[in-house]
């Protein structure tokens, strides 16, 4: 079934996008369908990413026992605020490359990428807007407000990841606020507008809000994980390694409020790639990874627990927990 | 009225932005209060500038013989997206002062100042939908797609600003389509979306629109005679003209399409400060400067015609009218 809803992911997307074609303004048009993964080089699926987010809307909707189609500009709009979010991303971490390709503002410089960022912001409010085509206004100002009530919720999580840069005082408390706008509230609100849209009851879409929020938190726990413990960040790759990046993931808050030396050793100074095998067996003898490996396991019962109270029916909801595993055992 | 009407929209937009207000966030919101001329070191009226564009949604609305109380949530909308543009501009621009204070980007840095600039347009979005506590959905989707219309026109505007720094072959008739996305556009939203909330027949509420629109016009080639041969850019802060800042406004690209010795003198490379006066003059010589008065005599002329045409009513519609002129006739 998913193979079947991406070509209409990407179809939808690219209609939003031709929104920006005219002639005077084709090369801007061009920067959004390069980050979006269709012109330039390295185009293709790799650098498109894996549309997780629209998927999840269709599927949520389809699992209420709704037709998915009409529901089609509302995942183009959660796929362009995560990709607004990106770009936006990539010049705030000085990133240079995403996905293996030179990102936005390495290729067309800062000014152009902020401007780039921002229409895909706004192409994913016209995008929502487009629900008016199928949908009561009464719908469609609810699945408006839900989108952006959770984009607050992004900028608020990528203030505090850029201001915890700042500060040598981090606590465990302090990853989840982050992690909630970062990673959980664009999943909860995939999750939410697609049972809104399946016309699920509103215990329903409170269930599926809340699969979409623990999905998220799971989802990004697994990845700190894999940021510091999987192939790449170990081996060949070492300096993609959270470590080396500094960045303020659930093990490494673990390991600082351990105060051990772990804490000791990133207090002096960023770690360097050829020490990240031994300080990432130092943290684990500290015990952070079995702390987020137990932290990733709730997680995701969590999460699955939600799933099953909202009832999701039919091969989409066979798909929806497929989709779910492959998300959260990406090792398997 | 329209002193009465200024405390409600301040109190309006410090409530759309308290939406930032908790805890964790406060330096966020410190940042936006501070943009918008509430917080900080020279807080005041001057920083926070006029707000001319909730005053023409607000004015539209109560010409049309409506109240324009529950229409303030779309007029937070307006001054926030016009807001979220200038933290924006100033990042791309590279300019240190706004208003005479420090930018948020020279303040709080770049990534942070994106970031304060995302939010900014969040906050618009979240406040457009606000209308429905007083609208009908149907309402408030026209008004939320209007706005959003505008602002990939906005983007569109600044696109074309951008890039046309890095080209010497511009023609005056590359002049339109930037200054449509980047001022008319919001403004030509102002009147339309006050129209619409005025309850304005829809031959009045595209009267409103076109009346935005060329207003927009018209101010904006007023701004650009000032640029040149205001009194500040030709005395003392002589630094502030567009001659200096390379700006692509009407009587530079007017005087480049004559090829005489103004062309000549641009094509040389960036005009200092001591030669302002100079090349002001060259300029005015060549005819670029009656051109472009000729030019806002005339959109001024077809805005009034528009707004004639829509049929303002009451004090509202005086204080409209009143408002035309003070920012069309700005040296009177």
């Known amino acids: 079934m998913i193979n079947d809803l991406l070509p209409h992911i990407e179809t939808e997307l690219q209609k939003q996008i031709a929104r920006l074609d005219p002639a005077r303004t084709r090369l801007f048009h061009e920067m959004l369908t390069y980050h979006m993964g269709w012109t330039g080089e390295g185009a293709g699926p790799e650098a498109a990413g894996k549309r997780i987010r629209p998927l999840l809307v269709l599927l949520t909707c389809a699992a209420c026992d709704a037709d998915w189609k009409p529901a089609l500009p509302a995942a183009a709009a959660v796929e362009l605020v995560h990709n607004f979010s990106l770009v936006h991303d990539d010049i705030q971490d000085n990133s240079p490359k995403r996905r293996g390709r030179a990102t936005v503002w390495t290729k067309w410089g800062v000014p152009m990428a902020i401007n780039a960022g921002d229409a895909l912001f706004v192409l994913s409010n016209q995008a929502i807007m487009d629900l008016a085509q199928s949908y009561p206004a009464s719908t469609v100002v609810r699945a408006a407000t839900i989108l952006h009530d959770i984009c607050l919720d992004l900028t608020r999580g990528q203030f505090l990841d850029m201001s915890y840069e700042q500060r040598n005082d981090l ?18 609100a995939c999750t939410q507008i697609g049972a809104l849209l399946g016309n699920a009851s509103e215990k329903e879409e409170e269930s599926y809000r809340q699969f979409g929020h623990h999905l998220g938190l ?64 130092l943290l684990d003898e500290e015990g952070a990874r079995s702390y987020a490996s137990e932290i990733a396991r709730e997680e995701t019962e969590i999460a699955l627990a939600f799933l099953e109270h909202a009832n999701p029916r039919g091969e989409a909801g066979a798909e929806l927990l497929k989709l779910t595993n492959k998300l959260l055992k990406r090792k398997q």
């Open 171 to 188: 606590k465990l408390e302090d990853y989840w606020p982050m992690i909630a706008g970062k990673t959980s509230a664009l999943l909860s």
């Open 218 to 281: 799971a989802f990004q726990v697994e990845d700190d994980i894999l940021g510091i413990w999987g192939n790449e960040a170990i081996t060949g790759k070492s300096a993609a390694s959270d470590l080396v990046e500094g960045k303020n993931s659930l093990p490494i808050l673990y390991g600082l409020g351990k105060r051990g030396r772990f804490a000791e050793r990133w207090a002096k100074g960023p770690i360097k790639a050829g020490e990240v095998t031994a300080v990432a067996a």
